[in-house]
């Protein structure tokens, strides 16, 4: 890749993070915007784009903003996801479990499979 693109990449990517750092800043703590990002944020806020990202993320009004509590969410968030885990590995072992019983019951003389399927529809 070019060099002008690669600068030109890196400019846009710089400005979309110090922009969406600048409006979520009050959002993650509570330590006051330090001033540069309050420049930023000022400039950000003056956009259509920025208007409308700060509406979406909740902090277009510094005064209302509640700062989320980060451990909490991730707490929340690992929750979720062992739950989940565990779900899919119950499901998992039910689905084996139910393979190998029919397995089984197929290797089984015709008698004793007709005498467990009457059992199993009962």
Same mark, same amino acid.
């Given at each position: ?6 600068? #030109? /990449?890196?400019?846009? *990517?710089?400005?979309?993070?110090? %922009?969406?750092?600048?409006? =979520?800043?009050? @959002?993650? *703590?509570?330590?006051? /915007? ?13 956009? +259509?784009?920025? @208007? ?8 277009? +009004? *510094?005064? *209302? ?13 690992? %929750? ?5 885990? %565990? ?11 139910? #393979?190998?019983?029919?397995? @089984? #019951?197929?290797? /089984? ?5 007709? =005498?467990?399927? @009457?059992?199993?529809?009962?």
């Amino acid at each position: 890749m070019p060099f002008i693109f690669q600068f #030109i /990449l890196t400019l846009a *990517t710089s400005v979309a993070v110090i %922009s969406g750092a600048s409006l =979520v800043w009050p @959002k993650i *703590t509570s330590q006051p /915007l330090p001033e540069p990002l309050t420049q930023v944020r000022n400039v950000v806020l003056q956009t +259509d784009l920025g @208007k409308q990202a700060a509406q979406v993320l909740g902090v277009s +009004d *510094t005064n *209302t903003i509640e700062p989320i509590n980060i451990s909490s969410a991730a707490g929340e968030v690992v %929750s979720s996801v062992v739950s989940s885990a %565990s779900q899919k590995v119950q499901e998992a072992a039910t689905k084996e479990v139910i #393979i190998q019983v029919v397995k @089984k #019951i197929e290797t /089984l003389e015709p008698g004793e499979q007709e =005498v467990i399927k @009457k059992e199993i529809c009962q």
